[in-house]
């Protein structure tokens, strides 16, 4: 007889079910880190709904193997997300995993920093994930239990002078992550809630930095923003790896951590651009 529960290779990816019969939410799912989460979920069992506010993002989950949806929908926007999970339980039946990740960056420092910067980085960062754990908490304890991940960066760690917004935002995710688990702990829900910190994965968000300017302000210019001491950048997939497992029941003792994914850059050289 063969062993149920024993591995088997598609392509060139392992599969083992770990995310069998679990729901997962992704939201930015389109591009980058949460289109790779995407393909990753769905190899390992899981119905995936990719969420985003590029209408790619039908093309991205039409590319992957398995239970794969695109729903459109803007983070920022809460009536959305009640009407996202409810279409979720009613087409799935249950909602177990939900991974904050949509994500905009702004270079601009303490002193450049403009409203309009700050507001858009902190809505789709901070209001997403919040309006995202409002309506999915409910939804999990429904379900008997889930996982949150909350997309932060390494910017929440080192002081980036480059980032004054985007650091604000990612911060503010990695407290939020630590109450939120603490909450649902004492509920006795079941549910869990960690965070992740990348530092210079291979995106379209990464590639689009080099490029930019930091926005008006006395330290206006262009920065280099590769990762210190790196001479490639991580593949998307090194990410994923790390939001599979934290989704996964194997991850169950893990709770309100915040894990930094960058080969040991933030702890060897450190990946802070020199604005001079
Ligand atoms: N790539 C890295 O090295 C890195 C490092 C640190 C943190 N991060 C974080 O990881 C997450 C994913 O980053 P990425 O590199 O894959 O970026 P990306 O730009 O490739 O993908 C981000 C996705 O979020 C979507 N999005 C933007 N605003 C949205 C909104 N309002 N509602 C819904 N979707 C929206 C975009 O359309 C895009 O598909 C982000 O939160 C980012 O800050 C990435």
Redesign the pocket.
Known sequence: MPDPSAAVCIGKRLVSGRLSGKVAII??????????AGRMFANEGATVVL????P??ESTAASMNGSVHFVR????DEAGWQNLIADVERRFGRLDILVN?????ELDTPVGITAVSFHRVM???VD?MVWGCKHAIPAMERAGGGSIIN?????AAQGEPNNAS?TAA?GAIDAYTRMVAVYCGQTGAGIRCNS???????????R?IPGKKLAAGPDAGLLDTVPGGQNR??E?DD?AALVVFLASDESRWINGQSIVVDNGASITKGSIPDLK
Not at 27 to 36: D, E, K, V, Y
Not at 51 to 54: A, F, L, M, P, V
Not at 101 to 105: D, E, L, Q, R, T
Not at 151 to 155: C, E, G, K, L, P
């Open positions: 939201t930015g799912g389109a591009n980058g880190l949460g289109a790779a969420t985003d506010i590029d790619d993002g929908h803007d983070v920022c990740n949509a994500g905009v960056v809505a789709v960062s997403g997309m932060s960066s390494i910017a985007y990612k992740i910190l990348p530092n210079g994965m291979d995106t379209p968000m990464v689009s950048r991580g998307a990410v």
